[in-house]
């Protein structure tokens, strides 16, 4: 089929047989779904008036998918990013005429992202009538990944699990919560890493090395009575993973699939006789100079000559930098985990 | 059953004219305004009803608009018969008489046949339960346009009989497409969403009545306020009924039927259906399906061994629960071999 736009051609995954019963979700770029969906939502509501600006702070794949439908759409973009921002991301975004601020300076508490948000007030403050797609909130971001489910439905029939990386809470929210109306006993498995806050650890200590999952703020959208089971991993685990799906499946994916894949690997070891998909966020161009750089993972100390076969368990959650944990959290709610919530900053809604 | 009406329902334009300008199917040709006055005789027109559906929601037509379908259950149990005897001119008269519908039907059919300004007598014989949810007017419509057409030997694709029933009755199944052809069916349209490239899977029902043996008047319910989320939800069950059909998997097609029942659960609930999911899951049926707009509900079971017995204690649970009637049949199109006991 011709399809209306590029967007539309490659939002949706590939589905990928890597194990007898594990499918992989190849995305391309996996935020396009809920970049397109809440942008056509804030038009649909007016929210958003066509050609109106959209503001959002991000440094990453959130921001490529945002810049790539809001140039499609006829919007003005401006984009606040933490200086983690690659220079040939930046280039491609301005290149969709998109513009960037990049927030040299961590805030007093919650590191850039609080930073970045001020300064998204601010942009916002200054235009009126601009829209700001708050992926970590806007109910729209887990609900734009319905088409998503429902081809994995048309495709696979019944799934057992859903194994993903959380990062805004969307995906795996998301997905989880359509894929329980077809298939109520699914298992959510969802991946985590050292040092962010959103199932227990703290931010403190030296920040995290793997980028694109976990979060030092709490974003609304993160279900937590959605999971079953949470698995921290490491960034030289999920590196060398991210390797071992390029050279094993010719998957040039990042790292945060390959986060994912580890976890989902040794999930359908472990239950030969169950049907799991797990989700693969985006493409490897972006970290050739960097994952898929031996170099350059020497430098980082995080070089692995071997995978650990399987994780370790925890009795709850806690701030240990082992390679990697898991924790049977059991559709329960923060609050119910912890007994006692932590002191987090919740996003702002 | 069909919804209530949107303010403004998009009728179809019905003459012949206007639906061959637009460059639709409308093969077998109806016969020609000026047909021969002679090539006439007592028409007959039959139909089975539905057992409710086995989904009801909001899926997205292929221009990206959001529209009310459903995919009905076939139902063998039940059935209408029309007779209908022409007259080259004089009144149009149905029996019994409060079928206005069906007399707006073949009015309507009689128009679209050439036939404008012929009157005759309809006869209607139905043991469709009323507003049941099984969509007992739609079926005296439906019949009644076969038996118009039959009258003058013509036999009307289910495409054209759905754009007269919608005109008809304001909403309409998808009934004329038979069990053979399962359809996700735009009821206030008429129109088909989505063909779903063959029968449901096959399976035996156990049916019953949620509300006692009063119905509700289908065509008067205020349309359901789905939320964002829902209407987004019916995409994965879409992608899983599609994947039932073409698998002809009877376990998905239970899950895709509790799926939409869940959801109409938020908005139209039904009395004890959380028990009777309960019970649904310990006597291992397949799901539970209802008429979205109506009172009946059914246990889907995988037919073959077995189902017997797991009917058997169905019906035994929801005597406990206090549901004393219950009926049994099957979408099988082939033959049902009778289980040895």
Same mark, same amino acid.
């Given at each position: ?129 601009s829209f700001c797609p ?39 929210s998301g997905i989880s ?173 | ?18 639906? #061959? /300008?637009?460059?639709?199917?409308? &093969?077998?040709?109806?016969? @020609?305004?000026? $047909?021969?006055?002679?090539?006439? %005789?007592? *028409? ?122 919608? #005109? /008809?009755?304001?909403?309409?199944? &998808?009934?004329?497409?038979? @069990?053979?052809? $399962?359809?996700?069916?735009?009821? %206030?349209? *008429? ?105 009946v509900a059914g246990f ?13 204690? #169905? ?27």
């Amino acid at each position: 089929m011709i399809h209306a736009s590029f967007v539309d051609a490659i939002a949706l995954p590939r589905l990928v047989r890597l194990r007898p019963n594990l499918i992989g979700l190849a995305f391309p770029l996996m935020k396009l779904l809920p970049a397109r969906f809440i942008v056509r939502k804030a038009l649909e509501s007016g929210e958003l008036a066509p050609g109106g600006l959209i503001a959002e702070t991000t440094s990453g794949t959130f921001g490529l998918a945002l810049a790539m439908v809001a140039r499609l759409g006829g919007h003005p973009l401006t984009l606040v990013s933490a200086p983690a921002i690659d220079p040939p991301l930046q280039r491609r975004l301005e290149d969709l005429g998109a513009t960037v601020h990049i927030v040299r300076e961590p805030g007093p508490t919650g590191g850039f992202q609080q930073a970045r948000l001020a300064i998204l007030e601010r942009v916002l403050a200054d235009n009126p009538g601009s829209f700001c797609p708050r992926q970590y909130s806007n109910t729209n971001n887990p609900a734009s990944y319905a088409p998503c489910a429902e081809q994995l439905a048309h495709a696979a029939g019944a799934v057992d699990c859903l194994i993903g990386t959380v990062g805004s809470g969307g995906s795996m929210s998301g997905i989880s919560s359509y894929l329980r109306l077809i298939c109520p006993e699914l298992t959510t498995i969802g991946v985590d890493t050292h040092g962010s806050v959103l199932f227990g650890q703290s931010d403190a200590g030296s920040g995290r090395t793997l980028r694109g999952l976990g979060n030092s703020l709490m974003p609304p959208n993160v279900d937590h009575a959605a999971f079953d089971l949470v698995h921290w991993v490491g960034a030289a685990e999920a590196f060398r993973a991210t390797r071992m799906l390029h050279r094993e499946h010719a998957l040039f994916m990042g790292p945060t699939s390959g986060a994912a894949y580890l976890v989902a690997d040794w999930w359908a070891r472990e239950n030969p006789d169950q049907l799991g998909a797990v989700i693969l966020p985006d493409e490897g161009y972006r970290y050739q100079d960097t994952v898929y750089d031996d170099a350059w993972i020497e430098s980082k100390g995080l070089t692995l000559d071997a995978l650990p076969r399987e994780p370790v368990e925890w009795e709850r959650p806690h701030d240990e930098d082992v390679p990697w944990s898991f924790f049977r959290w059991g559709r329960r709610s923060f609050a119910e985990v912890m007994e006692q919530p932590a002191g987090v900053g919740l996003v702002p809604a | 059953m069909p919804d209530a009406p949107d303010a403004g329902p998009a009728r179809p334009a019905l003459p012949l004219a206007s639906r #061959a /300008a637009r460059g639709r199917a409308a &093969s077998p040709a109806p016969a @020609p305004a000026n $047909a021969s006055a002679n090539d006439f %005789r007592v *028409g007959h027109g039959e139909i089975h009803a539905h057992h409710g559906e086995i989904v009801q929601g909001m899926f997205y037509s292929s221009d990206g608009t959001v529209e009310h379908g459903l995919v009905t259950l076939p139902c063998s149990l039940y059935r209408t018969r029309v007779r209908f005897r022409p007259l080259r001119s004089g009144p149009l008269t149905v029996e019994p008489g409060d079928r206005a519908r069906s007399r707006a039907a073949a009015r309507l059919a009689l128009d679209a046949l050439g036939r404008t300004g012929w009157g005759g007598s309809l006869r209607i014989e139905s043991n469709v339960p009323v507003q049941w949810g099984c969509g007992s007017s739609t079926t005296d419509v439906l019949a009644t346009i076969r038996a118009v057409a039959d009258a003058f030997d013509t036999v009307l694709e289910p495409e054209w009989i759905a754009g007269l029933a919608v #005109a /008809a009755e304001t909403a309409s199944d &998808s009934l004329m497409f038979g @069990p053979g052809r $399962a359809v996700l069916f735009a009821q %206030r349209r *008429g129109r088909v969403l989505l063909d779903l490239g063959g029968p449901l899977p096959p399976v035996r029902v156990l049916g019953f009545n949620t509300e006692g043996e009063h119905g509700v008047a289908t065509l008067t319910l205020p349309p359901v306020p789905y939320t964002a989320w829902e209407i987004e939800a019916y995409r994965p069950i879409l992608g899983m009924l599609r994947r039932a059909v073409a698998e002809q998997d009877p376990g998905l097609l239970g899950r895709v039927a509790t799926a939409s029942t869940a959801l109409m659960q938020r908005h139209r609930p039904k009395r004890r259906m959380p028990e009777l999911l309960r019970l649904a899951g310990e006597v291992g049926a397949l799901g539970v399906q209802v008429a979205h707009s109506g009172t009946v509900a059914g246990f889907l079971f995988e037919p073959g061994p077995g189902a017997a017995r797991r009917i058997a204690e #169905a019906r035994d649970g929801l005597r406990r629960l206090g549901i004393q009637s219950s009926w049994e049949f099957s979408t099988d199109l082939a033959p049902h071999a009778e289980e040895p006991s």
